[in-house]
């Protein structure tokens, strides 16, 4: 069944709509809301692993039983389309029959990649179940805290994880019946390469494949209005500010993505039909589960499964697999350009990559241009969102742009005063869309912030949008810091660092690092002893051992990075809201002043 059929024009009627795409104003001027000059999509009516399954079903490049979906980088074994279309049922089955899994029971997954993470995650969204992926970097307070939240009454981990997980679980109160892992072969193949490895004993945990039925299950069976509150994924974000929340994602939001972004690549000529993809950015973030474990089975591609990012092992998959596109982070964009291991690898097959997370600067876009003559692309999305919202167009655009609106999809950018602006006027950009979620779980003061009064979605970033209806992001209103592509609340951060016994205040904040191509988190410490961060010998002893501290404490993504800097005071409103704006600009004002980095080697611990 074609479910997109309103955007399968012929070559000349697209060719035809991108000219006139490129000179109409995509603004109503009567509301200043920004639309996409690309049809509106019909979302079907349709779970997420029926749309899925019905699409590779039609897709001609899963007509070969054999082909496989996802391959483990490491070892070549794989996960073919017909292991694919038999593992999803009969693990619905098992979850129904044996696990005694109930509809809108949530099962937490918390697992490095893994060539089963797609099937495992069907399984149990055909069994009418949700999904809750967990950073599997995170210490055992950060999978208390998502567990607890999430409402989770299964897991699945990987076995190598059983250390950190199970002090987790029994603090949470879920019993090792309810516990079950990724087959063990797939992971104790990495072992030596992943410390501490402590596995479940023996018998006491259950392999994910034990639970395979081959009878029938009973796959739900929604409503339209019912697949738009039945939930499919409860993926974690921090929001604009403060702890991580549990993003509601139904099974019409991550179906209507997924349309949206078939329907755009289609109307702009793009595909990666046949192709083989690098399978780099995790999969439990929401960037990586939508390109690297969906869209594969609707757009018809290959994954090449690393279970984490390694730079030699990633050009080593590149060369050794043929790579042809790799969806990527500026991290690993800045490598690509200056990371002279690249030279040892012959990459010729790689004929594109795509940048999410953050924004790509003009200059590193030519640089990876120059050194590997391919295509750049950037595409913008949250958590939120399911994920994305803008991508770039095929050709005839500005590189540095994060590209387009989606199908579907409409903008306002708001000024201070909640007033809407214009062409090229940098405002707050909120958006509206069927992708756009339907809350954070558990938080209706979250949800209410988080929403403008007519419905759109407060992103929290600062854009403008030109006339040919390109986005560039300028700015960041929201507190968080982006290491690397993952959130960091520094709120969450904060609560850390005062804990030390040292320490009587604290305000973090990312600081760029054009040499990483990303922020990191660093610490501005009042300490309880004043007298103390003069002193030249103790003072950079307090600054290391905050950042151990807080090292033990955190997952690796959230370390201070950036190190200690020790200041007088912490500004404050009348109410005691740290005044992040006014900090910074004091900063900013102070390294202006002293035309040198604010950081003194007296007063900081290094990264």
């Known amino acids: 069944m074609n479910l997109v059929s309103p955007l399968l024009f012929r070559r000349t009627h697209v060719e035809m709509r991108l000219t006139r795409f490129r000179t109409i104003p995509a603004l109503c001027m009567s509301t200043r809301v920004f639309r996409s000059q690309h049809p509106n999509v019909t979302v079907p009516s349709l779970d997420v692993v029926s749309y899925v399954l019905q699409s590779a079903q039609g897709n001609k490049y899963w007509q070969d039983p054999n082909r496989p979906v996802y391959i483990d980088a490491e070892t070549g074994t794989s996960v073919t389309i017909r ?3 038999q593992l999803v049922p009969q693990l619905a089955a098992g979850w129904q029959r044996h696990a005694k899994l109930q509809p809108g029971d949530v099962v937490a997954v918390i697992s490095p990649n893994d060539i089963y993470y797609g099937p495992v995650l069907f399984g149990v969204l055909a069994a009418g179940g949700t999904v809750s992926p967990i950073n599997p970097g995170y210490t055992v307070p950060e999978i208390v805290y998502q567990l607890r939240n999430s409402g989770a009454r299964y897991v699945v981990i990987d076995p190598l994880m059983w250390s950190t997980v199970q002090p987790a679980l029994k603090e949470v109160g879920i019993d090792e019946d309810k516990v079950f892992t990724f087959p063990t072969s797939s992971s104790l193949s990495q072992k030596s390469s992943i410390t501490p490895a402590v596995v479940p004993p023996s018998g006491s945990i259950q392999d994910i494949l034990s639970l395979k039925h081959s009878g029938p299950w009973d796959s739900p069976r929604w409503s339209s ?18 702890r991580s929340k549990g993003v509601m994602t139904s099974h019409s939001n991550m179906v209507a993505n997924l349309v949206q972004i078939n329907a755009f690549r289609q109307a702009e000529g793009i595909s990666h039909y046949g192709q083989r993809l690098v399978g780099v950015l995790p999969f439990y973030h929401i960037y990586g589960l939508s390109l690297l474990v969906h869209s594969p089975l609707v757009q018809g591609y290959s994954v090449i499964v690393h279970r984490k990012f390694q730079m030699e092992k990633f050009l080593a998959s590149i060369q050794k697999y043929r790579i042809n596109y790799a969806y990527l982070v500026p991290p690993i964009m800045l490598r690509l350009a200056k990371d002279p291991l690249v030279d040892d690898y012959d990459l010729s097959s790689l004929r594109g990559v795509a940048s999410g997370a953050a924004p790509l600067s003009s200059t590193l876009i030519e640089e990876i241009k120059t050194r590997h003559q391919v295509t750049i692309s950037q595409a913008y999305g949250l958590t939120e969102s399911s994920p994305i919202v803008h991508m770039s167009p095929r050709a005839d655009y500005s590189e540095d742009s ?17 007033q809407p602006l214009g062409y090229n006027q940098p405002g707050e950009m909120c958006i509206k869309g069927p992708n756009v979620m339907k809350g954070y779980i558990n938080n209706p003061e979250a949800t209410q912030a988080a929403f403008t009064p007519d419905g759109f979605f407060r992103t929290g970033d600062v854009a403008y949008v030109n006339e040919r209806g390109e986005f560039f992001i300028a700015d960041r209103l929201k507190e968080l810091i982006k290491y690397k592509g993952f959130q960091v609340a520094p709120a969450e951060l904060e609560a850390v660092v005062v804990s030390h016994p040292q320490v009587a205040d604290v305000v973090v904040l990312g600081v760029y ?3 990483q191509a990303t922020e990191v988190p660093k610490a501005y410490v009042v300490l309880r002893d004043p007298q103390l961060m003069t002193d030249p010998v103790q003072a950079p002893k307090i600054a290391a ?48 002043a002293n035309a040198t980095p604010v950081e003194s080697p007296k007063l900081v611990a290094a990264m």
């Open 83 to 85: 292991q694919f279309q």
């Open 225 to 242: 209005n019912q697949l738009q509150e039945a939930l499919a994924y409860l993926c974690f974000s921090s929001g604009t500010s403060g």
């Open 402 to 418: 994060v590209g387009t609106l989606m199908p579907s999809m409409e903008v306002k950018l708001l000024d201070e005063k909640d």
């Open 513 to 515: 690092r054009p040499e």
């Open 545 to 592: 051992d905050i950042v151990d501290f807080v090292t033990q404490k955190v997952a690796n993504h959230k370390k201070l990075r950036g190190g200690v800097e020790f200041i007088q005071e912490v500004p404050k409103s009348s109410s005691g809201k740290i005044l992040r704006k006014k900090f910074r600009a004091h900063l900013n004002h102070k390294q202006q």
